[in-house]
């Protein structure tokens, strides 16, 4: 069974550029998480889909972060303008219905200079 | 007050000792616990999960709960360097999807 999806794996951009990360989750799992992990912490939600509703996306700076997951499958994150407080690892996690295992992806680092 | 608390380390144990890793959390909501375990520059994977008061064991890990004391551990028997790595408490309060602590990152020493 193929894991969780990401690209790309590194991304280097200045400050007020924008950013786009895509995620493909594991076949046949509904649940697909966004999370951000800054270096020393542990990861925090950014949102969290249901097919290609949102469940939470109360932790998602709106002004800059948007989210989405057309058709329920893939999903792309997007920052616009880019911070230096964005520079984090990104995480995409997937479940079969959001009460099961959240398997994650290998992440994006993200660099803002 | 953070919602879930961990012990950043290191916590260094030599080969063959048993690991202790411990972790509290604020919401008496909470239904699900979960460890996971995050090797350098590599996402998390997942350990074992608790929901019941008592021990979980599985292989060499064993998991506690004390739902009364908010109160989560990890026990790592016959620790291994290939276990040294940072440990994630995840916490399931039911409003939203899970909520990690910081990690504690364990060092076992051959």
């Known amino acids: 069974e193929a894991g969780v999806a990401q690209s790309p794996r590194y991304k280097i951009i200045e400050k007020r550029q924008s950013v786009a990360f895509w995620c493909n989750p594991i076949?046949?799992?509904?649940?697909l998480y966004w999370y951000q992990q800054i270096l020393g912490q542990g990861p925090k939600l950014l949102i969290q889909?249901?097919?290609?509703?949102?469940?939470?996306d109360s932790q998602l700076p709106k002004d800059r972060f948007s989210a989405e997951r057309l058709k329920g499958v893939d999903s792309t994150l997007k920052i616009q303008p880019a911070k230096l407080e964005d520079s984090a690892v990104y995480l995409c996690?997937?479940?079969?219905?959001?009460?099961?295992?959240?398997?994650f992806g290998p992440g994006t680092r993200l660099t803002v200079l | 007050q953070k919602e879930v608390e961990q012990n950043s380390g290191p916590l260094s144990v030599p080969e063959g000792a048993i690991a202790s890793l411990n972790c509290t959390y604020s919401?008496?909501?909470?239904?699900?616990f979960f460890w996971y375990r995050q090797y350098s520059g590599k996402s998390p994977e997942l350990i074992m999960f608790?929901?019941?008061?008592g021990d979980k064991e599985d292989g060499r890990f064993t998991a506690q709960l004390n739902k009364a004391s908010q109160y989560v551990s990890l026990l790592i028997r016959d620790s291994q360097p290939s276990d040294s790595a940072t440990y994630l408490c995840?916490?399931?309060?039911?409003?939203?999807?899970?909520?990690f602590g910081s990690g504690t990152r364990l060092q076992v020493q051959p």
């Open positions: 995840a916490v399931d309060t039911g409003r939203r999807a899970l909520t």
């Open positions: 076949s046949g799992h509904a649940t």
């Open positions: 996690a997937s479940s079969l219905d959001g009460q099961t295992e959240q398997f």
């Open positions: 889909f249901q097919n290609n509703g949102v469940v939470d």
């Open positions: 919401d008496r909501g909470s239904q699900s």
């Open positions: 608790i929901y019941s008061n």
